[in-house]
């Protein structure tokens, strides 16, 4: 087999596979060693989050299987575990349930072409090098989606936990009544036998990492089930799950339904890069090679078109399992080989074990593998530096909870748009004094000690101009102008700037004129080598004068030699000249 290994390196994605020249049989040791420890955390978690999706149980086992064979050829990060997840489980049951009812033929279908389609939205990104989409949701955007959504599956499962049966659904109003009915006709022994394996799994996260608590909590739960018959007593069990590999299916691509799945299928691929390349950046440190974005969503892309036409359904990056590539410190990809290779010999040979595993268990390991999702801490966080991100977090988190899973985040991404547009639209500028003895200026709201010169308006300004923030620009410039009506002189520090568009160059120019219709002496300092060209093209140096061109504030002021002004008369000379169009 090690052999084989060899030949395998030869193959043109040998350095993403085996990006250590070394590897050996000392590397592949350790890599079958945490793919156990992978395989036994998944193949429970797996199961449950197909049934979070609306599938049944075992096309969470179909769904591990592809992205662990892909990726490793393509992704760039040495310690992404690809498969199945929680929140992107909870995205499907919210997009398909719309169409059909979960555990039908019919939705089966649905789900495996929101797959393709978001896996085709990933490598349509990805052509157009829209890596930077991971910075495309504001964090307090995402944190209060995925608290939202950590609660929704939360209560979704009482049902799992109480074995009564209640109408699916992904509004959180109505998940929450139909939560609290089950609680009074709840199943003893399902309630019992589910808070029981929510308390063991959390224990173990805490006081026994090292030991996969939901494995655990499975293979007691199955014991328990058989010991005292309690499949006779109403605690509801998986039974026989289909034995054989996942088959070629492409029957699914329905045209017809294409065009309404997009939105969600939009959402699905972004929430799973987002998700995805985050993980891997946060484990970039543990390995040589840089994560690369593009990249990244060529694999996942691919993982998802291939796997919709066998039977796998939307899948992401667990920051579990990955965690436990980290903390195990994988050799290569051929961990999530072995991995795939479980899986497989678990649905050929094994499947049997787990017939009477309780679906309360099931509940057990959804829940507990999302309550810490739900991020408290970092709303109070915010309250305190933040108030802006504040409310756009918990606007999301409500929004989420009222109007579901993908009203809320497309919600969620036109408040991080409107986040953004806001910050570029109303930027910092500060008005600067002087500290005395030195010829250091400081922003005098922060620097109380700083003085105001006599005469002089000292401003900088800290946004590229565009015409988004022109008129702020504007309109503050001259508020500051008229506070007092004995200035003479306005120096403008634009060091933070590196671009003006047309139209703001126009507004700048406006400015000036109304400085000099008040005789107002009108300075420039610190101007870049982009914006001394633009000056140039637009005739800004003849309307100012090239002699108020200065290196910075204290040239402006003369203060840094007794020939202060003749050296900014040579340095005007040399910013009028070096026009270098780019």
């Known amino acids: 087999m090690f052999l084989y290994l060899k030949l395998w390196r030869k193959c043109i994605f040998a350095e993403v596979i085996f990006p250590d020249k070394t590897y050996s049989f000392r590397g592949f040791k350790t890599d079958l060693l945490t793919a156990l420890v992978i395989a036994v955390v998944l193949i429970p978690q797996s199961l449950a989050y197909a049934f979070l999706a609306g599938l049944d149980p075992i096309y969470g086992l179909y769904g591990s299987i592809i992205p662990l064979i892909i990726y490793p050829f393509i992704g760039t990060s040495m310690f992404l575990s690809v498969g199945p997840v929680a929140i992107i489980a909870l995205l499907v049951l919210s997009a398909a349930s719309g169409y059909a009812e979960p555990g039908t033929e019919l939705y089966l279908k649905v789900v495996l072409l929101l797959a393709l389609l978001s896996g085709l939205f990933q490598l349509l990104f990805a052509l157009f090098k829209l890596g930077s989409l991971s910075n495309f949701l504001a964090k307090p955007v995402l944190n209060g ?58 224990s173990f996260k805490h006081w026994k990492k090292n030991i996969p608590g939901a494995l655990v909590a499975a293979v007691l739960g199955i014991i328990v089930v058989l010991v005292f018959d309690l499949h006779i007593k109403g605690v509801p069990i998986i039974g026989e799950l289909p034995s054989g590999l ?31 390349f985050s993980i891997a950046k946060s484990f970039e440190e543990y390995q040589d090679a840089k994560v690369n974005a593009n990249r990244e969503l060529v694999a996942l892309g691919i993982a998802k078109v291939v796997g919709s036409f066998f039977l796998t359904m939307p899948s992401s990056s667990s920051f579990s399992r990955s965690a436990i590539n980290a903390e195990n410190k994988v050799a290569s990809g051929v961990s999530s080989f072995i991995v795939a290779i479980i899986i497989c010999l678990t649905l050929l040979f094994f499947g049997k074990i787990f017939y009477y595993l309780p679906y309360p268990i099931l509940g057990a390991i959804i829940i507990s593998s999302v309550y810490g999702l739900v991020k408290w801490d970092y709303i109070k966080k915010l309250w305190r530096l933040d108030r802006r991100e504040f409310w756009v977090c918990l606007l999301t988190f409500l929004f989420t909870l009222i109007f579901g899973i ?8 036109g408040l991080s748009l409107f986040l953004v547009i806001h910050k570029m639209s109303s930027p910092h500028y500060a008005v600067l004094g002087r500290l005395k003895g030195t010829n250091s200026f400081r922003n005098r709201k922060r ?18 101009l565009f015409f988004g923030n022109m008129d702020h ?30 139209t703001s160059m126009e507004r700048l120019t406006e400015l ?31 309307i100012v004068g090239s002699d108020n061109f200065h290196l910075n504030i204290a040239h402006a002021l003369s203060l840094n030699d007794n020939d202060g002004k003749a050296y900014d008369s040579r340095l005007s000379s040399r910013y009028s000249s070096q026009v270098n169009i780019e």
Request: charged share 15%.
């Open 512 to 542: 000036i004129q109304h400085c000099q219709k008040r005789n107002i002496v009108f300075q420039f300092t610190n101007v870049s080598g982009p914006i001394r060209d633009l000056f140039r093209l637009n005739d800004i140096y003849t």
């Open 246 to 276: 996942p088959y070629l299916k492409y029957d699914f691509v329905d045209p017809w339904l294409i065009k309404d799945l997009l939105p969600s299928a939009f959402v699905i691929s972004l929430i799973c890069f987002i998700s995805s």
């Open 447 to 464: 620097f109380p000690e700083a003085q105001k010169l006599d005469g002089i308006l000292i401003v900088r300004y800290d946004q590229d």
């Open 473 to 502: 620009f504007y309109d503050s410039m001259v508020e500051e102008l008229g506070k007092e009506e004995s200035i003479t002189r306005f120096i403008l520090h634009i060091g933070s700037i590196q671009s003006i568009d047309g």
């Open 145 to 202: 989606f995925v608290s939202a959504a950590a609660i929704i599956i939360i209560f979704s499962q009482f049902s799992n936990l109480t074995s009564v049966k209640v109408p699916r659904s992904s509004n959180f109003i109505s998940i929450f009544i139909d939560a609290m009915k089950t609680i009074p006709i709840a199943n003893t022994f399902s309630l019992s036998l589910g808070i029981a394996g929510i308390m063991m799994i959390i």
């Open 406 to 413: 993908i009203k809320g985040i497309l919600i969620g991404i």
